[in-house]
C-alpha cells in the first residue's frame, strides 16, 4: 500500500510484478505450488525497502517522547493481544464466556490502531506510521523467528503440521520412536544401542527418526535382517522368519490447512497444533523379536 501511494518507478513496478503474478495463479490452469515464488519475490524485495525506509525515518525523525513511547504501549498491547488470542483460539464451547471471548483480542487491535490515531493528532501524521511501522517489524520478526525455531526445534508431534514440507512426518512417529527406546532400554540398557532391520524401507522419516541408532542397517531382505532384535517392515512384505509380535504405525500424514475454519485454523497457524486429524497413511510394522 506504502509503495503504490509513491512515485518511485521500482516500487511501481515491483507493486505491478505482485498484482500479475497473483492474477496468474489464480487463473491459469495446471500451475504448480513452486509459482508461488513468483508472488513471493517482488514482496520480498518491497519488505526490503519498506524497512530501510522505516530504519531512516527512525534514525533522522523518531523520538523518544512520541514515537518511543507509542511502540512501547504499543508492544504491550500486542502481548495482551497474543494472550487473549491464543486463549480464544484454546477455549471450547463448554466453558463459560468462550463464545464472546474474541473480544478482548479484537478490543486490543482496535486500540492499537486508536493509539497512533491519538499520537497522530498529537505529534503528527508521520509519527503514526513510524510507530505502526515498528512496532509491525518488531512484531513479525519475533513471529518469524518462532515460526523457524519451531520448525527445527518444536515437538516431533507438531512438525506434520508445518506446511513447507510436501510430504511431512506422521505424528505416530513419536509413539514408534519411544517403543524403540523402550525396547532398547529393556533389552540392552541403553535406549539407542539396540540392533534393528529395515527391510526394503528408505524413506526421509526413518531415515530421520533412527538417525541415532548407531545399529540399524537397511538391508533388501527379511533373510538379510536374521534374528535382529527389531524389524522395521512394509505390511506387505510379511512377517519374519521366528517368534516376533507386530505393531503398525504411520510414515507419512496428509493434510491441508484449506480444511481449517475459524479457531482451528488461528490455532494450527501461530502454534503449528492440531487436536483432532488423521494421524497418517504409508503403514510401516514394527515387529519385535521375543526372547
Known sequence: ARAITGKDTLQWTLSAWLALAVLLDIFMAGRSSGQILLAIVPLALLAGIQIEATWHAW???AKPESDGVLVGIGLVVSAFVYISGMSWSLCTSAQAGCDTSWILPAAGILLIFGLAFLFGIWYGRETAFRGLAALALIVFSVLSVGFSWRLN????YDLP???VQILPASSR???LLNDLEKESMHRVGDPR????AVVDVDTPQLRWVLRDFPAAQFVP???TAGDTSIVLARPPAGEPAGNYLGEEFAL???????????KDWLRWYITRHLPKHNPGHDQIVLWVRNG
Do not use: C, N
Request: without cysteine; hydrophobic residues 40%.
Open 59 to 61: 534514525r533522522t525523525g
Open 161 to 163: 503440521f508445518e506446511p
Open 193 to 196: 544401542e539396540i540392533d534393528i
Open 252 to 262: 507419512v500424514s496428509f493434510w491441508s490447512p484449506a480444511k481449517l475454519q475459524g
Open 221 to 223: 531382505d527379511f533373510a
Open 153 to 156: 526445534f518444536g515437538k516431533l
Open 173 to 175: 512417529l513419536p509413539d
